[in-house]
């Protein structure tokens, strides 16, 4: 039997990041390339006393059937945490021109795969940062849409080049961003360069979907306002989760954008999965009530904040120029550059070779055939001796594959 | 602000259903319209044990991010059910044509989006059963496909309407079924129907999606073969879900399926959610291997047993002739049909104004323009009194409104 898939399934490939995750149970491997919250930053014995509480009061509750937009108690408090947090949320009632809705989402994946579902048609673009997100990226090839990029640069996407790409793609739907701690780069946007977005957004009428699943995990610098912190028109959709700073096995994310938006994704979600796990959704509301959620989070940055230093210290020792790499200011992830001209996917392939797995540039390219000389590191995931012997192991790849 | 929406979004309903659970909370309101599982069916006792289990030895594990496919152990547990129960899972080690796979779903409504989405491109059609499940009819228009209803008879679907169905429509791409206690009839396709719908399946070399959430429920009557039972081919989609046995609110289904087409939902998942919650996962499996699930689910079909017997009694009092009403060997729903030529939004309106809440049959309809006759009835949801004084209400809706 052949089977006939649809156009837009049919050349998606499966993301090489999960594949390289189930592959990793070679002996000896050291794993730089998963992106899965450090192990320690779970609150298991929290969570565990939590959830033994919501089977003791609201068991029922818990386990049947929920409204698709969220458990609204989880709804209230997110939406509380980011208005103080990050200056988020209009309403229409306090004199905005505008009123967002929260949706509580299963991950910010579906965040991501919801709102291309809303907003594009098969054949529409997505502007993206270039590299950008493996997960934003099939998110929009699987619904048909098209990603464009444009080249991001130290401080945030290339402006000009943004503005251009608009003007050149009539069916630009919408623009894809991580602008705080980007994956695969660890690059934040400036605020110059935010504002400079956001106007370019009003100028042209498309919407901005902001991705920020690592905003909460800043260890050094000066916290950078969000982009939808400076919406007045009604333009940005914000997307987050609890992936990294509770657990990202639950798969629970929040949307907060103007109520259109979220009403229409709301139905869309309805027909993907009626609603998230409504157990966990209460569990994420008792911890953010009953537990103190800043002081974890604070201990979850000292964990990065250790790892992202002996991963730099590594690369510092080890991986000379010419390979240059980000410094990250939170988040999880290094962004290494091998000198121009080198071949990166043979580089990757010597390291493996070495047991030392990153994923290359090439995963991440809006473009899935154009050329990558960039690599990505991970230090959330590896632990404090993998880290060491990982960067060791990737020195030793540069001094005899870049001879 | 003016929002564009895209086109397979524009026009998609939130679910009358999904409304009504929201308005439920009209004082007095009895309603036969939800489609939930008994409170009284979840195995709390035994859920927040195995839940504790999980806590104290595979927290991480159960915390962290894990493969899209599903947890191993419960993918196999589940095939192994479904083979021993259902006759269903080839494999070409054991000489078939084809090998099935797997894949750990969201909710089987995820199951059915998937399917959709792997399958369709925008302005492709799936044929239905009319009237069908709102989540199945939701599925399709959510990304663009175009449900095309053909008539449900009192022993499945008109397979000569189908078969000419499937010849003028050359976009066909799925047949969408629930041959069994279907939704929203609890019609039982015959045996007999079960082969002819497979043979003109396989004539025409289009794939069956076979929708089984209530095929445990059954409570009077001789089982009758899954239509998955009988695929040489690998022309059928099977889909189950845990929602009715254990718990609908954790969103666990499973679809099993040639492993082509599983693997490129595999993928599709991947952009959607990543993968379903993982902790519940688990608990599924620990609740099927170490808990009696048959003696669990034998409990819940006593109470359905009952339910049901309470509500058919209740009708046969009160709603007598020209009202018909189905009487269903298992699942959750009873559907009734007015008197040629009643108007049946009015009766509903009526039977609202008396208190007591049931789904009209239009909802269900594939046209969503199309006139019906019918409404439906749920038995599950509400107490033995509520029942009881529902279809009293219902009866003097009858006698007010069909003078």
Same mark, same amino acid.
């Given at each position: ?125 997505? +502007? ?66 935010? +504002? ?40 940005? +959709? ?73 991963? +730099? ?91």
């Amino acid at each position: 039997m052949t089977y006939n898939f649809s156009d837009k399934v049919a050349n998606l490939a499966p993301s090489a990041i999960r594949e390289i995750f189930k592959s990793m149970s070679v002996p000896g491997m050291i794993s730089l390339a998963a992106g899965n919250p450090a192990a320690e930053t779970f609150p298991v014995a929290e969570l565990a006393r939590l959830s033994a509480e919501i089977f003791s009061t609201e068991a029922v509750a818990a386990l049947q059937y929920s409204i698709t937009e969220g458990y609204p108690p989880l709804r209230e408090a997110v939406g509380e945490r980011i208005r103080q947090k990050f200056g988020i949320g209009c309403a229409e009632s306090r004199g905005d021109r505008f009123t967002d809705q929260t949706i509580i989402v299963s991950g910010g994946q579906q965040g991501i795969e919801l709102a291309v579902k809303v907003l594009c048609n098969e054949g529409d673009a997505v +502007i993206c940062e270039n590299p950008t997100f493996i997960g934003g990226l099939n998110a929009i090839r699987s619904l048909g849409a098209v990603p464009v990029g444009v080249p991001l640069l130290g401080d945030g996407i290339d402006t000009d080049k943004l503005e251009k790409s608009i003007k050149q793609n009539p069916r630009a739907r919408m623009i894809y961003l991580i602008p705080t701690f980007h994956n695969p780069t660890g690059i934040t946007t400036s605020l110059e360069k935010r +504002i400079k977005i956001y106007e370019i957004a009003k100028k042209y009428g498309i919407i901005i979907f902001e991705d920020n699943p690592y905003g909460e995990l800043r260890f050094s610098g000066a916290e950078v306002p969000t982009i939808k912190a400076l919406d007045t028109e009604g333009l940005v +959709i914000y997307c987050s989760s609890f992936s990294k700073i509770l657990s990202a096995g639950m798969r629970v994310g929040y949307v907060t954008a103007p109520k259109e938006i979220v009403q229409k994704m709301v139905v869309a979600k309805q027909s993907e999965d009626v609603h998230t796990n409504i157990f966990f959704q209460m569990l994420c509301h008792r911890f953010m009530t009953e537990c103190d959620l800043d002081a974890h989070i604070e201990k979850i940055r000292g964990i990065y904040r250790r790892k992202c230093a002996l991963m +730099i210290e590594g690369l510092e020792r080890h991986l000379t120029a010419p390979v240059e790499f980000t410094r990250p200011e939170g988040g999880l992830f290094v962004w290494c550059t091998l000198p121009e001209g080198a071949d990166m996917l043979g580089f990757v392939r010597h390291a493996l070779e070495k047991k030392v797995a990153v994923v290359p540039g090439t995963t991440f390219n809006c473009n899935a055939d154009a050329p990558s000389g960039s690599f990505r590191l991970n230090y959330s995931t590896p632990t404090d001796e993998q880290i060491i012997e990982g960067t060791r192991r990737l020195g030793e790849t540069a001094m005899e594959f870049l001879e």
